[in-house]
């Protein structure tokens, strides 16, 4: 079973839409990142998110971690082709387990022009 | 400051062949992790080193290995490879855990495929 479930897994929209992604689970974490990934490329890191209700706000891109961090979601306003790109979730627990993120499938956003 | 390098970018080989991959970690954080990437289970933690020594391994066989020098940079070998070892690998590096959490920065990848 994933420990961090994402959704939607695919979305494509037109330029200039609003859009929303979501990253759940049952666990409490101690901090979670969003990343963005583009083909044949790592993860580049958006945001880290460490306190319940946080929100950051990176240009167009809103990131809230839940009141029981143990969720988060990612705004996108008036999304452009430029975002398009795999968005992924990741979280480090509270427990021990130093040096481990748990990742997310995955949202794989296209925006066309 | 540098980013995460790893090498090489990509590499092919056969089944039952064996593959080293070179991670160089971000100057001045001392640990490495690394992970498997594919389409079908997405990122997969294999292990990570601090200071020379692994302090947690994930789920996979004996078949993956690391280790991690005294400069930081680590590899990981894969023996008697398998066709579904093909995949990308990733490495990162991050700072010791704060009271913040750890944030962990990743490399371009080793893209694997194996014939």
């Known amino acids: 079973t994933q420990l961090l479930e994402q959704s939607p897994q695919f979305l494509s929209i037109q330029e200039g839409e609003n859009l929303t992604v979501y990253c759940n689970s049952s666990?409490?974490?101690?901090?979670l990142q969003w990343y963005r990934q583009e083909p044949g490329e790592g993860p580049v890191l958006l945001v880290t998110?460490?306190?319940?209700?946080e929100v950051k706000k990176l240009k167009r891109l809103t990131f809230q971690f839940g009141d029981a961090r143990k969720d988060s979601s990612l705004h996108i306003t008036a999304a452009q082709p430029g975002d398009t790109g795999l968005y992924l979730c990741?979280?480090?627990?509270?427990?021990?387990?130093?040096?481990?993120?748990?990742f997310g499938r995955g949202t794989q956003l296209t925006v066309w022009p | 400051k540098a980013g995460v390098t790893q090498t090489p970018r990509y590499l092919i080989k056969t089944r039952g062949q064996q593959v080293t991959l070179s991670c160089s970690p971000i100057?001045?954080?001392?640990?490495v992790s690394w992970y498997q990437q594919t389409p079908g289970q997405g990122l997969q933690f294999l292990f990570e080193?601090?200071?020379?020594?692994?302090?947690n391994k994930g789920n996979f066989p004996g078949r993956f290995s690391g280790r991690q020098f005294s400069n930081s940079r680590s590899e990981m070998n894969v023996s008697t490879l398998e066709l579904g070892d093909s995949a990308l690998y990733l490495c990162?590096?991050?700072?010791?855990?704060?009271?913040?959490?750890?944030?962990?920065?990743f490399g371009p990848g080793t893209r694997l495929l194996v014939l």
């Open positions: 990162a590096s991050s700072t010791p855990r704060t009271s913040g959490g750890e944030t962990q920065y």
């Open positions: 666990s409490v974490f101690s901090s």
């Open positions: 998110v460490v306190t319940g209700g």
């Open positions: 990741a979280a480090a627990d509270r427990g021990s387990t130093l040096g481990r993120l748990y």
């Open positions: 100057s001045g954080h001392r640990s």
């Open positions: 080193y601090f200071s020379e020594t692994q302090r």
